[in-house]
């Protein structure tokens, strides 16, 4: 059948295709964010200190890194339907352990399983709209998917925090589980790839393509900036940002939870103004300067005696901004390796970053530990004063610093060494 005849009555069908993984990835910014909410009910539940709540936070982390590729190699097999319906109830399952449980090792497991499945949000959105709209259109359709994943931390944080607050933490995480395995049902019932597909064909991934990408010490280095200068997002605004608020500025959870939010409204304005002045200025010197910016208004942050709220909003916009600096690396390390190795190279990059997650969140939570006052809860929980906070969250502007260092040094060697063939080839490189 002609492709054209399909086009006019099918664009309801491709954005219904394309909103039911576009719910599953919103969704599971919900789920990341849902510890963060609830920490001292989870330290509770498993009678554990911060140290072992950072290892919950991280697990999560672990399971959506090493997923990355698996689950790109598992959509071009199966395609997006059986793909986002399996790891939605895995998101699901791995819910229903976390709170059916006081057992810490089955916690571990529930919350590996939600980062299991959470990794097939944004790929299975990417798998959607590559199938159901043009070539033309799926830069912008991308663009888009991430700006509304976004909303769902903006506009979820606070609800779900509300919710927590008026139910217990277990009853929101059940209500979680349901929506999530609900979700994975829908799209059984109702995701399918286009008729008479002929665009969503790749190639088997081939070991040699990847040969650049391991023999390459730039791409290595690269992804190791990417790690140290991820904690303001994924160990601050994921997790640590709302217990931080709270017992620095006897916020309410709810609260909290909307101030920390504008860090994911900045990064909708983020990638664009990042991408725009990556053309300008090189991609290298976008990246450094979103790291020195994040050191400096992380000191601010942590070492400002008191800070009003709207001050808190712009620092947090202005957060938000500069952790857009991904995306930048993302198109650094595309100029690094020829096109046959940029989809592994791209999952490579990713999931390091991911495993940022897991490094802040273990490490945050010992220094808390190691910083501990001695002050115990009625219940016999540790109770952690505002120093612990600040000497454990310090861990991010350090790391940041760090990162901008190492990405000045790539910078530098880049340079003083000749382009292979296929970087001069490449209209990208932006260095």
């Known amino acids: 059948m002609n492709q054209n005849c399909f086009k006019p009555k099918n664009n309801f069908v491709s954005l219904v295709m394309w909103a039911l993984p576009l719910s599953f990835f919103t969704f599971q910014f919900l789920l990341r964010l849902w510890p963060g909410l609830t920490m001292q009910d989870i330290m509770a539940q498993f009678s554990i200190d911060a140290a072992s709540f950072g290892l919950i936070a991280a697990f999560y982390y672990y399971g959506y890194a090493g997923m990355q590729i698996p689950v790109a190699l598992l959509l071009d097999k199966f395609g997006a339907r059986f793909v986002v319906f399996a790891f939605a109830m895995l998101c699901g399952i791995g819910t229903l352990v976390f709170i059916s449980t006081n057992n810490f090792y089955l916690a571990l497991s529930g919350r590996f399983l939600i980062g299991v499945g959470s990794a097939a949000g944004f790929l299975g959105v990417s798998k959607v709209v590559s199938e159901w709209f043009s070539h033309s259109q799926y830069s912008r359709m991308i663009g888009f998917s991430f700006s509304v994943g976004l909303l769902g931390a903006i506009y979820g944080g606070k609800p779900l925090a509300h919710l927590i607050q008026n139910f217990s933490g277990q009853q929101v995480g059940l209500a979680l589980a349901v929506f999530s395995i609900l979700l994975g049902c829908c ?50 605004a994921d997790v640590w940002g709302v217990p931080y608020l709270i017992a620095k500025y006897s916020l309410n959870k709810t609260d909290a939870a909307f101030l920390i ?20 200025l090189g991609n290298y010197f976008v990246i450094a300067f979103c790291g020195a910016g994040l050191t400096f208004l992380f000191l601010i942050l942590l070492y400002t005696s008191t800070l009003h709220w709207w001050q808190l909003g712009t620092l947090f916009f202005a957060i938000g901004l500069l952790c857009c600096y991904q995306v930048i690396v993302f198109a650094a390390g595309s100029t690094l390796v020829p096109y046959e190795g940029l989809g592994v190279t791209i999952a490579f990059l990713n999931c390091i970053n991911m495993l940022g997650g897991s490094f802040f969140h273990t490490l945050i939570g010992k220094l808390m530990n190691g910083s501990w006052g001695g002050q115990m809860s009625a219940n016999g929980l540790k109770l952690y004063e505002i120093e612990s906070y600040q000497w454990a969250l310090s861990l991010i502007p350090f790391c940041a610093l760090c990162g901008s260092l190492l990405i000045v040094l790539i910078h530098i060697k880049t340079r003083a060494y000749a382009a292979p063939e296929f970087m001069k080839k490449t209209s990208l490189t932006g260095v």
């Open 187 to 236: 799209a059984l019932l109702i995701l399918r790839s286009p008729p008479n597909n002929t665009r969503s064909v790749t190639k088997t991934m081939n070991l040699s393509h990847c040969s650049f990408l391991f023999s390459s010490w730039i791409i290595w280095a690269l992804a190791l900036a990417n790690l140290l200068m991820v904690g303001a997002l994924e160990g601050f």
């Open 261 to 280: 939010s504008f860090i994911f409204m900045g990064m909708i304005f983020g990638g664009p103004l990042l991408a725009f002045l990556s053309q300008k």
